[in-house]
T-cell receptor, first 113, second 111 residues
Framework: SQTIHQWPATLVQPVGSPLSLECTVE??????LYWYRQAAGRGLQLLFY??????ISSEVPQNLSASRPQDRQFILSSKKLLLSDSGFYLC????????????FGSGTQLSVL | SQQGEEDPQALSIQEGENATMNCSYKTSINNLQWYRQNSGRGLVHLILIRSNEREKHSGRLRVTLDTSKKSSSLLITASRAADTASYFCATASTGANNLFFGTGTRLTVIP
């Protein structure tokens, strides 16, 4: 069966420090992969999505970047975190091929202080 | 923005009552989906309704879709305390690779 792993679960980082959040999917091949951010008590904002290795689409200009070095690995990064980068980050995957729902990871709560 | 809006933002009901949440969106869609999120966790898919469908049922869930009004509703019947969570609608456009999520409704079911 397919599973998605996202880590770490919580992260506290100082302003100006770098960030790397990792997401991996097991049990499938060539999934669409997504990074969403959720501010406290708010909806989800799509940050990046990828339909294949090395293919990244950015939805919102910001201080973040994403990379997909392997088929089932999706990484969210920042060189210098801002206070406004705080939030709940969710990785998700979409099987395609007739299955139209998203499967989400458990999320990373990022606090930038 | 394609993002939808849920209404109400928060809803508090007694166990056993029905809960109705509404979603409005802005663009043409291929399907509309509802997700549930427990506090501090990822989202879980509940139900999908296609643009050519008007109503769909799954257990205690009933979803309606009115494409002329660009709106959908989620009804949870005979609510339970375990239904306490945030509920989000999400829309998919034809040919798109993405889902755009609404702002969510926070449901509290009081035992």
């Amino acid at each position: 069966s397919q599973t998605i792993h996202q880590w770490p679960a919580t992260l506290v980082q100082p302003v100006g420090s770098p960030l790397s959040l990792e997401c991996t999917v097991e049990g499938t091949s060539n999934p669409n992969l997504y990074w969403y951010r959720q501010a406290a008590g708010r909806g989800l904002q799509l940050l990046f999505y990828s339909v294949g290795i090395g293919q990244i689409s950015s939805e919102v200009p910001q201080n973040l970047s994403a990379s997909r070095p392997q088929d089932r690995q999706f990484i969210l990064s920042s060189k210098k975190l801002l206070l406004s980068d705080s939030g709940f980050y969710l990785c998700a995957w979409f099987p395609g091929r007739g299955d139209e729902k998203l499967f989400f990871g458990s999320g990373t709560q990022l606090s930038v202080l | 923005s394609q993002q939808g809006e849920e209404d109400p933002q928060a809803l508090s009901i007694q166990e056993g009552e029905n809960a109705t949440m509404n979603c409005s969106y802005k663009t043409s869609i291929n399907n509309l989906q509802w997700y549930r999120q427990n506090s501090g966790r990822g989202l879980v898919h509940l139900i999908l309704i296609r643009s050519n469908e008007r109503e769909k049922h799954s257990g205690r869930l009933r979803v309606t879709l009115d494409t002329s009004k660009k709106s959908s509703s989620l009804l949870i019947t005979a609510s339970r305390a375990a239904d306490t969570a945030s509920y989000f609608c999400a829309t998919a456009s034809t040919g798109a690779n993405n889902l755009f999520f609404g702002t969510g409704t926070r449901l509290t079911v009081i035992p």
